[in-house]
């Protein structure tokens, strides 16, 4: 059996849209090392296409990466504007609501070399992939061109260990339906990748943050928080991770691939309470632009009382295995040098 190994790339900041003759030229400059049989190593020029289901806030950025380094990229999405938006981006891109379309409709998933689910289930179906099409994934994916399978799911598998540390070893406790859901998900993804002889990972991901979604998104435009967010707003620790790192942690692997793939949580070192990320944000930006911030609404963390009984799913989550196992130095180890760096990168962002 050949292992296939894209030559590394340094993570760098995320950027696009990119342009598409850059990538044209960088891909000519893209190598696999093929290990063969007779222990002896090869180059050869590459093919490397990504799919990506549900090219949603991770995929984007995720895809404007893989484009900078010359890859071609195809994936999914909902919406005809967000259709046209990834197009601009470079993207072949399928409209593609999965309790709706047919996988037939999507050409390019028997070509790819390199597949990402970033879906996630859908109350009362679990995941609508595995759920509608499990059979015809396969088929369509086994035709020896599949190198390496991706599953992004969540460290609420966990369930609540009362703020003990968790890492992948540890049983999982899933409580809720949805993460109930995604465990079901996980062990389909990897079943799945057994039964093509594909190396399968999964990555469970703490709360992710990045341009656009963020503290400091949600202050400056003062938006309320969500039901979801607002649940979570009780919890003494809460993991995040910055969405430059996750696209690090995927490009590492896909660069330094394991026979057996598995599963790993991508967190930052800080799983510190969200009022005091929405407190340090406030306070950055009122240094930043102190005018404006002065005329912006409360902070939304100090709009509602917490309750003892909100709290849900108390645990710290260990990222020491994607350290050791794929050499992760994380860009943004904890919330702040991930805000500052969003704060930095706008411009007055008050209308
Ligand atoms: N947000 C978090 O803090 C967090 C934390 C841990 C794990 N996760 C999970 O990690 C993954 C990536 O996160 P993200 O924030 O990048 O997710 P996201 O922005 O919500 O993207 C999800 C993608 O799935 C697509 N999708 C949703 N329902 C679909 C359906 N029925 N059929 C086909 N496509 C569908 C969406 O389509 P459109 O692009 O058209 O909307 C979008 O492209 C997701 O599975 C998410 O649930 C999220």
């Known amino acids: 059996m ?18 598409f003759d850059a990538h044209r030229q960088l891909k000519l400059r893209q190598f696999c090392c093929c290990y063969s049989s007779d222990g002896k190593t090869h180059s050869s020029p590459v093919a490397s296409r990504m799919f990506i289901f549900g090219v949603g806030f991770v995929g984007k950025f995720f895809a404007a990466e893989l484009k900078m380094e010359g890859w071609d990229i195809s994936g999914t999405c909902t919406s005809v504007s967000k259709k046209k938006e990834l197009q601009h981006m470079g993207l072949e891109t399928f409209l593609f609501n999965a309790e709706d379309h047919d996988l037939n409709c999507l050409p390019r998933l028997q070509d790819t070399s390199h597949l990402l689910i970033s879906i996630p289930p859908i109350s009362g179906l679990g995941d609508p992939l595995l759920g509608l099409y499990r059979d ?5 994916l086994s035709n ?9 799911s ?32 996980e062990e389909g ?6 039964a093509l002889g594909v190396p399968a990972y999964v990555f469970r991901l703490g709360g992710i943050y990045g341009p656009g979604r963020s503290a400091v998104d ?36 896909i660069n330094k691939p394991s026979l057996s793939g598995g599963v790993y949580n991508v967190v930052d070192d800080d799983p510190t309470p969200r009022v005091e990320v929405f407190e340090f944000a406030r306070e950055m930006l009122k240094e930043k632009w102190p005018g ?17 009984d909100d709290y849900k799913g108390e645990k710290r989550v260990s990222n020491a295995l994607m350290k050791r196992e794929l050499g992760i130095k994380l860009l943004h180890p904890t919330y702040r040098s991930g805000l500052r760096s969003i704060a930095e990168s706008l411009h007055n962002p008050f209308p």
């Not at 050949?2 to 993570?11: D, H, L, R, T």
Request: hydrophobic share 35%; with cysteine.
């Open 2 to 19: 050949e292992i296939c190994m894209i030559s590394g790339q340094c993570p760098g900041p995320c950027v696009f849209p990119p342009t």
């Open 292 to 308: 404006e911030m002065a005329k912006s609404l409360p902070s939304p963390v100090t709009d509602f009382i917490h309750k003892k």
């Open 218 to 253: 949600t202050i400056i435009k003062q938006q309320t928080l969500t039901k979801n967010q607002r649940n979570r707003e009780s919890t003494k620790f809460t993991s995040r991770v910055h969405v430059a790192d996750i696209c690090q942690v995927l490009k590492a692997c």
């Open 144 to 152: 020896g061109k599949l190198q390496w399978l991706s599953y992004l």
């Open 136 to 140: 015809l994934l396969r088929s369509k």
């Open 189 to 194: 993804w990897l079943e799945l990748g057994r």
């Open 154 to 185: 969540t460290t609420s598998v966990y369930g609540d260990t009362g703020g003990a540390w968790v890492d992948e070893n540890c049983p999982v406790k899933a409580s809720s339906e949805s993460a109930k859901a995604r465990l079901v998900a």
